[in-house]
């Protein structure tokens, strides 16, 4: 179905599932997964906000450490909770795109994609205003045509490299040594504030992770920083 869809063949129908979902698969396009310059770097992305209480008790500790994150809001949680949001970009987080709803983009129509986006874009800007063109496909799902839409609509795709697998909550030091085995330098870091199903998605181990692995790499000499200020630095790695 998934090989139909795309308008593959059968023998490319592994490589193709699997490209439409790896998140630092090239094939439908390029998408940012990795900071340009590489090097002691890390993003911070938190995906599925806003999210009550979370949301807030993790924006305490990337404050206490003096450290920028990269935020993928879900558009209906944002008409739910415009205040988190607000509380996210006072403290200079960058906020990006991750749709209205959270659909697998894969399974949806080009009008229904760009309603996606677009309902999401409308909600931030109803809460904050300007705010950074960077756009997550939920679960990393895409095809060419959710690259293009959303470069249509102006907005940059962004994907991952180190995944934190900490949507069930497992505890916080497994999450810890699950990011530190996959860390290459220049990483961009997968996590959760929210959960996708429903506000109020418990992440407290997620926050106590992050302060972890905020002491962990800032002792070894790393820089932590938010996505838009990564791409700035050099723009044709995006393009
Ligand atoms: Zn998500």
């Given at each position: 179905?998934?090989?139909a869809?795309?308008?593959?063949?059968?023998?490319?129908?592994?490589?193709?599932?699997?490209?439409?979902?790896?998140?630092?698969?090239?094939?439908?396009?390029?998408?940012?997964?990795?900071?340009?310059?590489?090097?002691?770097?890390?993003?911070?992305?938190?995906?599925?906000?806003?999210?009550?209480?979370?949301?807030?008790?993790?924006?305490?500790?990337?404050?206490?450490?003096?450290?920028?994150?990269?935020?993928?809001?879900?558009?209906?949680?944002?008409?739910?909770?415009?205040?988190?949001?607000?509380?996210?970009?006072?403290?200079?987080?960058?906020?990006?795109?991750?749709?209205?709803t959270?659909?697998?983009?894969?399974?949806?129509?080009?009008?229904?994609?760009?309603?996606?986006l677009?309902?999401?874009?409308?909600a931030?800007?109803?809460?904050?205003?300007?705010?950074?063109?960077?756009?997550?496909?939920?679960?990393?799902?895409?095809r060419?045509?959710?690259?293009?839409?959303?470069?249509?609509?102006?907005?940059?795709?962004?994907?991952?490299?180190v995944?934190?697998?900490?949507?069930?909550?497992?505890?916080?030091?497994?999450?810890?040594?699950?990011?530190?085995?996959?860390?290459?330098?220049?990483?961009?870091?997968?996590?959760?504030?929210?959960?996708?199903?429903?506000?109020?998605?418990?992440?407290?181990?997620?926050?106590?992770?992050?302060?972890?692995?905020?002491?962990?790499?800032?002792?070894?000499?790393?820089?932590?920083?938010?996505?838009d200020?990564?791409?700035?630095?050099?723009?044709?790695?995006?393009?």
């Amino acid at each position: 179905m998934l090989a139909a869809f795309l308008g593959l063949g059968a023998v490319a129908t592994g490589s193709a599932a699997y490209q439409s979902m790896a998140p630092t698969g090239q094939w439908f396009g390029h998408t940012l997964a990795r900071l340009p310059s590489g090097g002691k770097r890390i993003a911070l992305t938190y995906d599925d906000g806003p999210n009550d209480a979370h949301t807030l008790q993790l924006l305490e500790v990337l404050a206490e450490h003096s450290v920028r994150a990269t935020f993928f809001m879900i558009g209906r949680y944002v008409r739910e909770r415009p205040d988190i949001v607000c509380e996210v970009a006072r403290a200079g987080h960058v906020v990006g795109n991750h749709t209205f709803t959270h659909p697998l983009l894969i399974f949806q129509s080009e009008e229904a994609t760009r309603a996606q986006l677009l309902d999401c874009r409308a909600a931030l800007h109803d809460a904050i205003g300007e705010h950074s063109n960077l756009f997550r496909p939920p679960f990393g799902g895409r095809r060419p045509a959710t690259l293009r839409i959303a470069r249509g609509l102006g907005m940059e795709p962004v994907m991952w490299n180190v995944t934190g697998y900490d949507w069930n909550a497992p505890p916080a030091v497994e999450i810890e040594k699950k990011v530190c085995r996959q860390m290459r330098g220049g990483d961009v870091i997968l996590l959760h504030d929210g959960g996708h199903k429903a506000m109020g998605a418990d992440r407290l181990q997620t926050v106590i992770a992050t302060d972890l692995l905020i002491r962990r790499y800032k002792d070894q000499g790393y820089e932590f920083v938010a996505v838009d200020t990564a791409v700035s630095h050099q723009p044709s790695a995006v393009r």
